[in-house]
């Protein structure tokens, strides 16, 4: 077992250990047997309770460094927080007036809004102690337990339940310049000042988006317990100039949805309205505009509100992943809305639709900076493309290569005769294609370091961004509108406005020009969309990664229960091993 493991068991174990029934601690505390509650001032009372709190966390001392000296940017360790608030505070008891547990129990219970899961915090068991303390001892054990429910259920407010790093090994996106010990700090702050509930209101992003996304997650809420939305038979497509009972039922799920205003008296048919109203639906769910309902918009519309309640759930736990890096200027790329925007003092001010890689070889998410412009670029085909997709057509065909502008070099970077190259075992040769219009690369590519060679850039194939779902790069993402965003990206209206960049490109060159300032990109998934008037709408999962979010969401959380009837600090038996995080 390494020493992290071992600290975290005995972290775990010795925590656990005194969550306890207020007997068991008298029986074993030395501090009750020789100071009996019912004899001391009130002033002696609390002395105790100081001294008892210590003596629970001081297992813990000796297992963690404090906060204030851990590495910044990690993942806030809980039991290390509550050990460095008490210490900090010479282990005075932190919740000992009636309105900060009320505050609490109610700010708990209202996690529920964000989509999180209340039952986490065992409120319900926290009451029960509440209201049961009688003993330095209990007070103790509960001050101590209330603590901990208090910064996990803020940090999960502000950080997320679900750590990221845990569902892509790739993870990078760390909260520069956000300290955790500013969060930690303000949390305790609002608890010093008898202000518990100000303390939840501040936690999760206060970006006007995520607001939304919490209204739309009580509308729905509403929609379910109302009974769900009308279903509608999938047996046949629907289409206008249709008059069947199913159109009716059409009628009233797109009513429900407010893509139509309700009918006071049913109708069955299939106008105008309703096919702007499918249109529109459509449009929304990436699933194209044609103003039938085919079993695609028909399965779309059946998809349960509860379902669509997750998905917002899993979004919103997105939002508290990233949205603190949404700031200044920058860059983000919305995977799977295929679409791309640059924000100038938090503001939009360019939006353009892009192609992403398809879900076989799919754009990762991750952070950088934009360095560096290519203009006129050539083009290095990656080793798999190389192998899956133009290997099979130099075979078929010899004249691939000329007709593509391809060359095949050598490792030294010699150009070979490609009658030359045995193309049933290429070792060692790589293929470039030349600049110019048709490249795939196109006239520009904006590139960022990252470990997955992926950059945005320009590209011939501009017929595809026709499409409704345009995932359909190898990984690199491809955009409709590339030079605009370079002469934002310059941000220099004298040398780089359009003019100056057809010149460079007009030149033939193939040449790298630095940014003067670095421009953060951010490529981020996320599966909804918010309308004009903050309305949610659902993107399709293109790559499938909603279901490990909703699973981390729903796992119930680590926090110990507070198991007030436990007859004694649990123990390890042999050979067993602690579940740690």
């Known amino acids: 077992m390494g020493q992290l493991t071992r600290l975290f068991v005995i972290s775990r174990v010795f925590f656990m250990g005194f969550l306890i ?64 608030f008490y210490m900090h505070r010479s282990y005075r008891a932190a919740w000992t007036q009636d309105s900060d547990v009320t505050q609490l129990l109610k700010s708990l219970g209202n996690t529920q809004a964000d989509g999180l899961e209340p039952a986490d915090f065992h409120i319900d068991e926290l009451a029960k102690a509440r209201a049961s303390m009688q003993t330095p001892a209990q007070r103790a054990s509960f001050d101590v337990v209330a603590t901990r429910t208090f910064i996990a259920a803020l940090l999960q407010l502000r ?18 310049g956000v300290d955790p010990r500013e969060d930690v700090n303000t949390f305790f702050a609002a608890l010093d000042s008898h202000d518990v509930a100000r303390a939840f209101a501040q936690a999760p992003p206060q970006e006007a988006v995520y607001g939304s996304l919490r209204m739309g997650l009580a509308q729905l809420r509403k929609v379910r317990d109302a009974g769900g939305w009308p279903k509608v038979a999938e047996d046949k497509s ?60 028909l399965a779309a519309l059946n998809v349960s509100v509860e379902a669509r309640i997750d998905q917002v759930r899993v979004n919103m736990e997105r939002a508290r992943w990233l949205l603190y890096k949404l700031q200044g200027t920058f860059v983000i790329v919305d995977i799977a809305g295929y679409k791309v925007a640059l924000y100038r003092d938090g503001k939009p001010i360019w939006r353009s639709r892009v192609q992403v890689g398809k879900p076989f070889r799919s754009t990762p998410v991750f952070q950088s900076e934009i360095t560096y412009v290519t203009f006129n670029p050539t083009w290095t085909v990656p080793p798999t493309i190389l192998v899956k997709d133009m290997l099979p ?44 219009p048709d490249n795939s690369l196109g006239q520009v590519v904006i590139r960022f370091p990252n470990e997955y060679a992926i950059y945005l850039h320009d590209t011939p194939h501009r017929e595809l961004f026709a499409q409704s779902r345009r995932a359909t790069s190898s990984g690199c993402i491809r955009v409709e509108n590339p030079l605009q965003l370079v002469e934002l990206l310059f941000n220099d209206p004298v040398h780089w406005n359009s003019a100056g960049i057809q010149a460079q490109l007009a030149n033939g060159k193939t040449e790298n020009i630095r940014l003067p300032v670095k421009v953060p990109v951010l490529l981020a998934y996320w599966t909804v969309d918010l309308s004009n008037d903050g309305r949610v709408m659902f993107k399709p999962d293109v790559y499938g990664y909603d279901s490990a979010v909703l699973r981390g969401l729903n796992l119930r959380s680590e926090l110990p229960a507070p198991q007030w009837q436990q007859a004694g600090p649990p123990a390890l038996a042999a050979g067993q091993k602690s579940t740690g995080e």
């Open 21 to 84: 029934s207020g007997a068991a601690i008298a029986q074993t505390s030395p501090i009750e047997q020789s100071s009996p509650a019912m004899s001391v001032s009130e002033a002696a009372a609390d002395d105790i309770v100081g001294q008892t709190i210590q003596s629970m966390l001081a297992p813990l001392a000796s297992a963690f460094p404090p906060l204030l000296t851990s590495p910044r940017h990690q993942r806030v360790d809980v039991n290390r927080v509550v050990m460095d």
């Open 159 to 176: 950080r997320g339940k679900v750590d990221p790093s845990r569902l892509d090994i790739h993870w990078n996106f760390d909260p520069v």
């Open 238 to 297: 629907l289409k206008p100039g249709m008059d069947e009972p199913a159109v009716a039922q059409l009628r009233a799920r797109l009513a429900a949805g407010g893509y139509l205003a309700p009918q006071l008296k049913p109708r069955s048919d299939y106008d105008a309205v309703v096919t702007a109203a499918v249109k529109k639906y459509q449009a929304e769910q990436y699933l194209g505009a044609d103003g039938v309902a085919g079993a695609a918009t």
């Open 393 to 436: 057509k130099i075979q078929k065909n010899p004249g691939y290569l000329a007709a593509n502008r391809i060359k095949p070099i050598d490792r030294e970077g010699n150009l070979l005769d490609p009658s030359t190259v045995d193309w049933s075992n290429p070792r060692g040769v790589t293929l470039r294609q030349d600049a110019g």
